[in-house]
């Protein structure tokens, strides 16, 4: 009895620190991604965001892609990215936001920043996060693949090993913000 | 037999009257049950690997950077369906246990449990190779930061420890050396074990909550399990035991190392409870409640009374003979199928071998038959050893059983006749003449049973006239 008494007792007790782990009540969730795709995920409309040609982004009909309609209407202030450090609207900057690529994990898109003719950035609007593999697979996967344009200033980069779908997601969307934005390596 | 405890004589068909029919009860059909649970299990395989399907499983199967995770995805959704299937199968459910029987269910466990547990392994294994080929990382390194950086992931690797736990004690080698008390409490831990895995399942897996189709799926198995679970193995038990209100009124000695149990409660009638079926008996009277230990009735059931009869084998049934008056009994059951649903024919023969007396004794007493029609042959090791004589010749004389006891020493381990009786066929032959066209009711140990079975196989006894149950655990 007194043993039965004891494993009861440490079986609780490692149970209890068990779920006390950050892990263990579903709120382990990857480290902060990089800065984009903020709460309001999917209210980038796809189209030139600012810049010297000064289109406003197209109407929601006109769209291509199943990019979900923006819920306001197009202006720039309303689909800036969150992330403050894209240089918007300076004089001889574009910046476009991609379609949005529905893959199986779930939706990408990039947005592209022009300057004097090349690609200085690419930020990732939305990914796939809807577990924490997706997560973990993008934190490495994102990063390398905004390397790979910056240095190619194309679309034609080759996918991340492990990470064929948000590859490939990632570069339809950033050919749709390339066209946008009429660039032509 | 001093304790002026009210004795149980044969004599007229007992029980609730269902020996006062004019005829043989006529089995229970079997009925569509078997087939329907053993589809429906077969079902639920088939969900899960077209759940996976769905999820590209299959593709990803033939791509290099995918395959090892897919085919750990399957073996991993596989062994959760079949942990709970486990569950299921020991979950005392009355149809399945009405299907099948619980022997054959606990073999089924045993078989699955195994497999659900290689599964587990592979799952693992190729889980972390799969996701460490993605990363260009190492195996070993991969393993650390899935188990402390994914959602739930530690709480899945100490619900592997604990099936881990559960699987080497139930290894036949462990077995044998841990008293059954240990083994039961330690196989508790299972349920911790599949408990702990569902986080991971529902955080890190993304089959779990893929589809709408796959959450509905995954939680209604869960929640079949752990109802079934509570429901029949708690719930069910407890609430009987407290209608019931059960107690020790008596223990009276039988045989050298035999005691028979008699036990008093309420509305004893709406139990259900016929001859040939067992408990789950837990004796409130010390250390030895944590077991419930399984016992057949020794006498066809009565409104207020019941017996069992005990052999104290010295794993806490030694304990028998000291029960005194108003001792609170908690019960678990009534289980098992070696009653007289099973039988369809008017002649019938009764194989016992020692305790296993106790079931086919009730039986004799309940069944309905004409003189000469019910034969018991009952081995035992001397004389001395058989129990329950005085009551067996009432039998005899009141309602013509043939008794034909067999007392000797165990001839060779597939022979069921005691040493000097020549070959077991041709006895059984000499005794029953006439046995294939019996229904055979056989019990004692797990062995000798075998060797029973098979000897009247050999007379012509076709295997659905072959009834037996085991209790060994």
């Known amino acids: ?185 | 037999m001093t304790t002026g405890a009210t004795r149980i004589q044969p004599g007229r068909p007992g029980g609730r009257g269902q020996g006062g029919r004019g005829g043989p009860v006529p089995a229970a059909p079997a009925g569509w049950w078997p087939d329907a649970i053993g589809l429906a299990a077969a079902f639920s395989m088939l969900i899960v690997v077209a759940l996976w399907v769905r999820q590209h499983g299959l593709q990803d199967l033939f791509q290099p950077s995918d395959g090892l995770t897919s085919l750990g995805r399957l073996t991993g959704l596989v062994a959760a369906d079949l942990l709970l299937i486990q569950v299921l199968l020991m979950a005392r459910v009355p149809v399945i246990e009405r299907a099948y029987g619980q022997d054959r269910l606990a073999r089924w466990h045993r078989l699955v449990g195994f497999t659900s547990f290689n599964l587990i392994l592979a799952h693992i294994v190729l889980v972390t190779l799969g996701y460490a080929a993605t990363d260009n990382a190492g195996p070993v390194r991969e393993f650390v930061s899935l188990t402390l950086d994914y959602p739930g992931m530690l709480l899945a690797l100490a619900g592997t420890v604990a099936l881990i736990l559960v699987v080497t004690t139930s290894l036949r080698a462990a077995r044998r050396k841990l008293r059954y008390e240990s083994w039961h409490l330690l196989h508790l831990y299972a349920y911790l074990g599949v408990g702990l895995a569902l986080p991971h399942q529902l955080w890190t897996g993304t089959d779990f909550s893929a589809s709408p189709l796959a959450t509905v799926y995954w939680w209604t198995v869960w929640a079949v399990a752990a109802g079934c679970m509570l429901v029949f193995r708690f719930g069910l038990p407890l609430w009987r035991s407290a209608r019931h209100r059960l107690v020790v009124d008596a223990v009276v000695p039988e045989a050298p190392g035999v005691v028979s149990v008699y036990l008093r409660g309420h509305r004893l009638d709406r139990l259900g409870v016929r001859a040939g079926q067992f408990f789950g008996w837990r004796f409130l009277s010390g250390p030895g409640w944590t077991r419930a230990h399984p016992y057949s009735l020794s006498a066809a059931p009565r409104q207020d009374l019941l017996r069992i009869t005990i052999k104290e084998l010295g794993d806490g049934s030694g304990q028998a003979r000291w029960l005194r008056r108003g001792t609170r009994v908690l019960i678990e059951g009534p289980y098992g199928q070696l009653t007289g649903a099973a039988r369809t024919r008017a002649r019938v023969t009764m194989l016992a071998c020692g305790i296993g007396i106790t079931p086919l004794r009730a039986l004799l007493e309940e069944l309905w038959y004409r003189p000469g029609e019910a034969t018991l042959v009952y081995r035992a090791r001397t004389p001395e050893d058989f129990a329950f004589r005085a009551e067996l010749d009432a039998l005899a004389a009141h309602r013509g059983v043939r008794l034909v006891y067999l007392p000797g020493p165990r001839a060779a381990d597939d022979a069921w006749a005691p040493a000097g009786y020549g070959r077991d066929d041709h006895l059984l032959h000499r005794i029953v003449p006439d046995l294939a066209w019996h229904d055979v009711y056989i019990c004692g140990p797990d062995g000798w049973m075998a060797a029973a079975a098979e000897a009247a196989r050999r007379v012509g006894v076709p295997p659905e006239h072959v009834h037996m149950e085991s209790f060994s655990w």
């Open chain 1, 1 to 185: 009895m007194r043993r039965i008494t004891m494993w009861f007792t440490a079986t609780v007790v490692i149970v209890v620190l068990l779920f006390s782990y950050r892990t263990s009540l579903g709120a382990g969730r990857a480290p902060a991604r990089t800065s984009d795709a903020g709460s309001d995920a999917g209210a980038n409309a796809p189209g030139i965001v600012s810049g010297p040609t000064a289109n406003p982004a197209p109407a929601p009909g006109s769209t291509q892609g199943p990019g979900p309609a923006p819920t306001t209407g197009s202006t720039s202030t309303g689909s800036a990215p969150t992330g403050g450090s894209a240089p918007t609207g300076g004089a001889g900057n574009t910046v476009a936001n991609g379609t949005v690529a529905q893959t199986r994990w779930g939706p990408v898109q990039v947005q592209v920043t022009i300057a004097g003719g090349r690609i200085t950035d690419v930020k990732t609007l939305q990914q796939p996060n809807g577990n924490f593999r997706d997560q973990e697979i993008n934190s490495y996967a994102v990063p390398q693949l905004r390397e790979e344009v910056l240095s190619a200033q194309s679309a034609n980069i080759d996918t991340v090993s492990g990470a064929t779908v948000t590859s490939d997601g990632y570069i339809s969307s950033l050919q749709a913000a390339l066209d946008a934005a009429h660039f032509k390596a």
